[in-house]
């Protein structure tokens, strides 16, 4: 069975500085990788996503992540905040050999970002 | 910029009580899912539609739970004796044909039951 974990519930950070969100999987078999953010009242956006290729991986709004097969992590990260990146962001795999499958997704981190 | 839509945002139901839960996947999207989230737990995927059939589903989605299109736009969820754990939040998404890995999300609609 596949499981995500995202390691830290809530992480608050001031305006302009970097934050990192963690994530880590459990697979034994390969998947593909995504970040999902949830501004208030609204639905899940796509952040990024890994397929394959180079392991750093940029998405929307200046967020980047690097997948580490090694350490089974995906870590999605940004130099430098903005009071509008206030949301949650949830790490989610699915299984490269169900194309277009299920989404299985970690617990969701809130980034509180304050002036 | 196209989008899922869900109605309604907030529904109170009672115990026991049937409750249909409606999407409006973007146009020309034809792979249809449900999730849901019960509050301080994950996103757990319920459903998948596609061809008007279940594709696939969870565990979760027992007898109690059906999926339905009834028309060219909608795609609803029914639970038909909703029970206290049924409480949650309830995304629908929805995605092309010719990209697999981009599933678009509604806002969510949160069930509440008494």
């Known amino acids: 069975a596949q499981s995500v974990t995202q390691l830290d519930s809530q992480v608050p950070v001031f305006e302009e500085a970097p934050v990192e969100l963690r994530c880590n999987y459990s697979s034994s078999v390969s998947v593909y990788l995504f970040w999902y953010v949830q501004y208030p009242n609204q639905g899940l956006q796509l952040l990024l996503k890994y397929l394959s290729g180079s392991t750093l991986v940029k998405g929307i709004n200046g967020f980047e992540a690097e997948f580490n097969k090694s350490q089974t992590s995906f870590h999605l990260r940004k130099p430098s905040v903005h009071i509008s990146d206030t949301a949650e962001y949830f790490c989610?795999?699915?299984?490269?050999?169900?194309?277009?499958?299920?989404?299985?997704f970690g617990q969701g981190t809130e980034l509180s970002v304050k002036p | 910029e196209p989008e899922v839509t869900q109605t309604p945002s907030h529904q109170v139901t009672q115990m026991g009580q049937e409750v249909i839960l409606r999407c409006v996947p973007i146009s020309n999207h034809l792979y249809f899912y449900w999730y849901r989230q019960i509050l301080g737990q994950k996103v757990e995927f319920l459903v998948s539609?596609?061809?008007?059939?279940?594709?696939?589903k969870s565990e979760i989605f027992d007898d109690q739970f059906s999926v339905e299109r009834p028309d060219g736009s909608n795609f609803t969820l029914k639970i038909r004796s909703t029970k206290l754990e049924d409480s949650a939040m309830y995304f629908c998404?929805?995605?092309?044909?010719?990209?697999?890995?981009?599933?678009?999300f509604g806002p969510g609609t949160r069930l509440t039951v008494t």
């Open positions: 539609f596609y061809n008007n059939e279940i594709s696939e």
């Open positions: 998404a929805s995605r092309a044909v010719y990209a697999p890995y981009e599933q678009y």
């Open positions: 989610a795999v699915s299984l490269t050999y169900n194309q277009g499958g299920k989404l299985i």
